[in-house]
């Protein structure tokens, strides 16, 4: 998928908690939501299987898009011609961390 697509949506999930972004990409329009939506799914069950965090105090503290190769095909035309086809990747990085447990005012 294009970097634009998926950043508009990362933009709106950055720095917010894992309950919060559950609801935020169930309810976005945007096709992309359900591939962001399954790689933070991936993100907290590595974080609580492999680490030991809690899922209730995760949030998502960084994440990034970055463009990646693009994919050229050739699509047939009329006349024995070709049409050449762009498809861009990406690489999206979502770092989690645990909300800390005292709170300094």
Same mark, same amino acid.
């Given at each position: 998928?294009?970097? #634009?697509?998926?950043?508009?949506?990362?933009?709106?999930?950055?720095?917010?908690?894992?309950?919060? !972004?559950?609801?935020?990409?169930?309810?976005?329009?945007?096709?992309? +939501?359900?591939?962001?939506?399954?790689?933070?799914? +991936?993100? =907290?069950?590595?974080? +609580?299987?492999?680490?030991?965090?809690?899922?209730?105090?995760? #949030?998502?503290?960084?994440?990034?898009?970055?463009?990646?190769?693009? =994919? @050229?095909?050739?699509?047939?035309?009329?006349?024995?011609?070709? #049409?050449?086809?762009?498809?861009?990747?990406?690489?999206? !990085?979502?770092?989690? @961390?645990? @909300?800390?447990?005292?709170? +300094? #005012?």
């Amino acid at each position: 998928m294009s970097v #634009f697509k998926i950043r508009r949506i990362i933009d709106q999930i950055q720095d917010r908690s894992y309950e919060e !972004t559950l609801m935020i990409l169930e309810l976005m329009p945007y096709r992309a +939501s359900y591939t962001i939506l399954k790689l933070v799914y +991936s993100a =907290v069950a590595h974080a +609580s299987h492999n680490i030991g965090l809690s899922k209730t105090n995760l #949030f998502i503290s960084q994440a990034e898009v970055n463009g990646g190769s693009i =994919v @050229k095909k050739w699509r047939p035309r009329a006349q024995g011609r070709s #049409f050449p086809i762009k498809r861009p990747t990406c690489h999206i !990085t979502i770092v989690l @961390k645990e @909300k800390s447990k005292s709170k +300094s #005012f």
